[in-house]
């Protein structure tokens, strides 16, 4: 039995996205929200490790590519914060719990709860679904987006920064476990942005240069005209393509908009850019999807 219909198929390969409104329960995005409530109680930073998380070009390759923690965190849960929230020694300004911009890239090979999401018999039909003979699963984050402080997400692709060949072969699950609204930065999307390839991509520079990445190409002004707002409930299931463009807006209302996203690669056929930051490691391949 297929997860989705052949017209939910085709809306997907027409926008680029596609939303599953009520894909986990209440209960499911409770338990989620309850252990990373617990990963965070024994969040332990060393101060040379306090990266805050920006999307912002420049601001990305400062911030991250020139901080190991970063760059060695695909195969470990590790922590990255809002801009601002340190102080010049790496104190925290606001409380570390209200500061936390996003927790990645491992959540889905080292937590429990995280792995049978992950790997729940939804997740892989709705991926069977979709014609994935040999999907692995590359990368995970929780993000917060606090309220009043949750960064925005300026506009990009996630074949950017997770790049294939061919292009195409990239999957985003994003899991609301909260509403997201509006007010509250949800996700915005240009339907149909899928199918013009990658504007940029970043790439890990050769070991022990700094800055550790750098972009090739450039992200092009897009009018804000061609963004469409998707809203959803908690419990939803975003779809996103690798290369659709997608961006969320600050947040600015009293709620925070928690989500858990991961990212799923067609194996069969397919080349792991070598120059891409994230990289599977002898301690971690990228795990299969079907169980």
Not at 38 to 55: G, Q, W, Y
Not at 227 to 250: D, K, N
Not at 273 to 286: D, Y
């Amino acid at each position: 039995m297929a997860y989705l219909s052949p017209a939910q198929v085709r809306k997907f390969q027409e926008d680029g996205f596609l939303v599953l409104e009520g894909f986990l329960s209440v209960a499911e995005c409770a338990a989620m929200k309850e252990r990373i409530g617990e990963i965070m109680a024994k969040m332990d930073v060393p101060l040379h490790c306090r990266t805050e998380f920006s999307t912002q070009e420049e601001e990305q390759l400062r911030a991250q590519g020139s901080t190991d923690y970063f760059l060695s965190s695909g195969d470990k849960i590790r922590f990255f914060f809002e801009k601002g929230v340190f102080d010049k020694a790496g104190n925290f300004l606001v409380p570390p719990e209200k500061s936390i911009n996003k927790i990645g890239h491992a959540l889905h090979a080292h937590d429990s709860v995280f792995r049978c999401v992950t790997h729940s018999p939804k997740v892989q039909a709705v991926a069977r679904s979709l014609g994935l003979q040999k999907p692995v699963v590359v990368q995970s984050m929780y993000i917060f987006k606090h309220p009043r402080c949750g960064g925005e997400v300026s506009p990009h692709q996630d074949a950017s920064f997770l790049y294939t060949e061919p292009l195409g072969r990239v999957l985003g699950m994003w899991i609301a476990l909260e509403d997201a609204t509006l007010e509250n930065g949800c996700l915005w999307f240009i339907p149909g942005s899928h199918t013009n390839g990658v504007s940029r991509r970043m790439v890990r520079n050769p070991a022990c240069s700094a800055p550790g990445t750098s972009f090739l190409g450039s992200e092009p002004v897009r009018e804000n005209s061609l963004f469409v707002p998707t809203p959803v409930r908690r419990g939803a299931l975003v779809l996103i393509h690798g290369e659709v463009v997608h961006m969320s807006e600050q947040n600015l209302s009293d709620c925070s908009r928690q989500s858990y996203t991961f990212h799923l690669m067609e194996a069969v056929g397919t080349v792991w850019s070598p120059e891409n930051w994230l990289q599977p490691t002898a301690e971690l391949p990228f795990p299969p999807l079907y169980t």
